[in-house]
């Protein structure tokens, strides 16, 4: 699958609906996104199993102030609607590969009883007050 075109009304219906997604946050001003687009592009060509998606930042303001997207290009990394990665900056080619992998490679069974006991110890009352 080639890269995708995502805005406010399809962003969480496409992370939700898939296994692992990748962000990649634009805007046609911007240089290093312009020059980042082919290799994004490529190796989502690569990886038929993930989707790419591109959120132009001019056309969805709100999707990009919701992430506190400050910086472009930003890439975003999300797998079972759980955000791995979040760096701006344009990856060479080779490096977005390995971020690729990585993210396939992650135990998510263990990354959510991480969540999971988080979210039990900010939940449990402050014994210390």
């Known amino acids: 699958m080639s890269t995708v075109e995502v805005s406010e009304a ?3 219906e496409t992370i ?12 046609e001003w911007c240089g290093p996104c312009r020059s980042f687009g082919p290799v994004y592009e490529a190796v989502s060509e690569e990886n038929k199993d993930i989707v790419f998606a591109k959120v132009d930042t001019e056309a969805q303001q709100g999707l990009a102030s919701a992430f506190q997207i400050t910086s472009i290009p930003t890439l975003m990394a999300v797998r079972d609607s759980v ?11 080779a490096d977005l590969r390995k971020l690729v ?9 263990q990354v ?9 110890k900010a939940a449990a009352p402050d014994e210390s007050a």
């Open 10 to 12: 399809s962003f969480d």
């Open 16 to 27: 939700k609906g898939n296994d692992i997604v990748f962000v990649d946050f634009w805007a």
């Open 83 to 93: 955000v791995l990665y979040s760096q701006p900056g344009a990856l060479p080619e």
């Open 101 to 109: 992998q990585a993210v396939k490679d992650v135990d998510m069974k």
């Open 112 to 120: 959510h009883a991480d969540i999971a006991a988080e979210q039990a």
